[in-house]
Nanobody, 132 residues
Framework: QVQPVESGGGSVQTGGSLRLSCAAS????????WAWFRQAPGEEREGVGSIDSDGLIIYTDSVKGRVTISKDNAKNTLYLQINNLKPEDTAMYYCAARLRGAFSYNGRWFGCPRDYSDMDYWGKGTLVTISS
């Protein structure tokens, strides 16, 4: 079992920045993919970005250029830095982990799915509210 726990959310004014953290406990060495998601009020959950076990990072087009994902393997902690925050960034932000790689080559599974599907473990989220 893997348990992600998000923190760092809060209320920020438009144009500000936030760094969200996701501390993971449990058997994290098996995880092939970590991802950040968000869900705005009344909207479907959407992927923000992902990082796989080889360090490849992919961002969703809608946030590209304003967000940075990083991971401290020694601390088992995933980060999401969001800059130039906008009211439409208001959402619950979730961290999730996937055990299996999305792609196979020479018998090795690796990578995050491009559609952010089939994540195995989820945190409970941290709320980000942006005021204009």
């Amino acid at each position: 079992q893997v348990q992600p726990v998000e923190s760092g959310g809060g209320s920020v004014q438009t144009g500000g920045s936030l760094r969200l953290s996701c501390a993971a406990s449990g058997y994290t060495y098996n995880i092939k993919c970590w991802a950040w998601f968000r869900q705005a009020p009344g909207e479907e959950r959407e992927g923000v970005g992902s990082i796989d076990s080889d360090g490849l990072i992919i961002y969703t087009d809608s946030v590209k250029g304003r967000v940075t994902i990083s991971k401290d393997n020694a601390k088992n902690t995933l980060y999401l830095q969001i800059n130039n925050l906008k009211p439409e960034d208001t959402a619950m932000y979730y961290c999730a982990a996937r055990l299996r790689g999305a792609f196979s080559y020479n018998g090795r599974w690796f990578g995050c799915p491009r559609d952010y599907s089939d994540m195995d473990y989820w945190g409970k989220g941290t709320l980000v509210t942006i005021s204009s």
